[in-house]
């Protein structure tokens, strides 16, 4: 079945470090993918998406290319904030549902 | 405008209760979801109906009953409260069957004692 994997956290960064965090999916046809954030008390809220091989998605200084070849959508950005301390979800859509990942928890020290 | 609300906020029952969380959505969507997000923040989808008929079940005990009266609502009952219910639960819609976003509402914590 369709799944998705990313890397296990906490991630622990200085403010202005580069971010990745990675993210793999199995599926079978071509789901959209997604990232998520989820900050502290609150519910998810959408980060960036991409619908189709080798669209890029982006918003908030945060970057995922989908990569049909390697089955990937790692997450990007190049100077993170102290405000960027969330937990982040890679997702895939499935039919009537997401399939999302384990979550990456990452924290950004001033 | 909240798009996907829920209530309550937080809810602390003992075992063996009866409890309900309520959700509501105003972005005239067809699809709605309960997610459930254990104390590791791993999140486990749950339920999924279109327009008001239900088309997931993953696998849930039959002591959470999901009701949708109407498209913009979808409520959880849950019977008989055990400890390992203790989670946050997620409500969320969508527009479409293979969602190209989902809207999550803030979330119920539920605790258990």
């Known amino acids: 079945g369709n799944s998705v994997t990313q890397m296990e956290g906490p991630v622990t960064l200085s403010e202005e470090a580069f971010l990745t965090i990675n993210c793999t999916y199995t599926?079978?046809?071509?789901?959209?993918l997604f990232w998520y954030v989820q900050y502290p008390g609150e519910g998810l809220q959408l980060l960036l998406k991409?619908?189709?091989?080798?669209d890029k998605g982006s918003n908030k200084g945060f970057e995922a290319t989908y990569r049909k070849e390697t089955t990937s959508f790692h997450l990007e950005k190049g100077s993170v904030q102290v405000s960027d301390s969330a937990v982040y979800f890679c997702?895939?859509?499935?039919?009537?549902?997401?399939?999302f990942g384990t979550g990456t928890r990452l924290k950004v020290l001033a | 405008d909240t798009a996907v609300s829920q209530t309550p906020k937080y809810l602390v029952t003992q075992m063996g209760n009866d409890k309900s969380i309520k959700c509501e959505q105003n972005?005239?969507?067809?699809?709605m979801y309960w997610y459930k997000q254990d104390s590791k923040k791993f999140l486990k989808i749950m339920f999924s109906?279109?327009?008001?008929?239900?088309?997931i079940n993953e696998t849930v005990p039959n002591r959470f009953s999901p009701k949708s009266p109407d498209k913009a609502h979808l409520n959880l009952h849950i019977n008989s409260l055990e400890l390992g219910d203790s989670a946050v639960y997620f409500c969320?819609?969508?527009?479409?069957?293979?969602?190209?976003?989902?809207?999550f509402g803030p979330g119920t914590r539920l605790t258990v004692t």
């Open positions: 997702a895939s859509s499935g039919t009537y549902k997401y399939i």
């Open positions: 599926a079978t046809g071509y789901p959209s």
């Open positions: 991409a619908t189709k091989a080798d």
């Open positions: 972005l005239g969507h067809d699809t």
């Open positions: 109906y279109n327009n008001k008929e239900l088309i």
């Open positions: 969320a819609s969508s527009q479409e069957a293979i969602p190209h976003e989902q809207y």
